[in-house]
């Protein structure tokens, strides 16, 4: 992280395999993104956000394609998804207590009651961020059928929520 907050990339040593033009490890808000293995068609760094009292690390991954660093723009994007990212939870969960009650879902009785309690069944959210601009929170954890076995994805467009989809075996 440069002195002014920024996010930077850092230089590093490239497992075997992986191109060398691209960053082993990228910096966001604090947060080391490091280089995963991925198709030759894309980059992809995976890393998690620092961990409250009692709580799971919080994945975080960011996916460029076709693969290249991740451009300034795209760092500016994450960075300000990874300070706010405790918001957005609250707005992914408020949209899907909203949505989840639509006909399609076809939530059962007693999995539409859930959706009426303070806390809803929805856990360990993850971060996805792509250099064109878009990003996902996907709930790795949930009682509702419609997440087994992959969870909830809730995709946004800047800081809303536009999309709910349970994430099966089919997709």
Not at 48 to 54: F, H, I, K, N
Not at 61 to 84: C, G, M, R
Not at 93 to 103: I, K, M, P, Q, S
Request: hydrophobic share 40%; with cysteine.
């Amino acid at each position: 992280m440069t002195d002014n907050g920024a996010p930077t990339r850092s230089a590093g040593a490239e497992e075997p395999g992986v191109d060398a033009k691209l960053p082993a490890t990228v910096r966001i808000a604090g947060v080391v993104l490091g280089r995963t293995e991925s198709p030759p068609s894309l980059a992809c760094w995976t890393g998690y956000l620092p961990e409250q009292t009692g709580a799971v690390g919080i994945a975080m991954s960011l996916v460029i394609e076709p693969a290249a660093p991740p451009e300034e723009a795209t760092l500016q994007f994450a960075h300000d998804i990874v300070t706010h990212f405790d918001v957005l939870v609250d707005h992914a969960l408020e949209y899907c207590r909203t949505r989840l009650r639509e006909a399609h879902f076809e939530l059962t009785t007693e999995e539409l009651s859930w959706l009426d309690r303070p806390e809803l069944p929805l856990a360990v959210p993850e971060a996805t961020v792509w250099a064109d601009g878009t990003w996902a929170i996907r709930f790795t954890e949930s009682r509702l059928r419609l997440a087994d076995p992959y969870g909830i994805l809730v995709t946004f467009d800047g800081r809303q929520p536009v999309d709910v989809e349970g994430l099966d075996d089919e997709q």
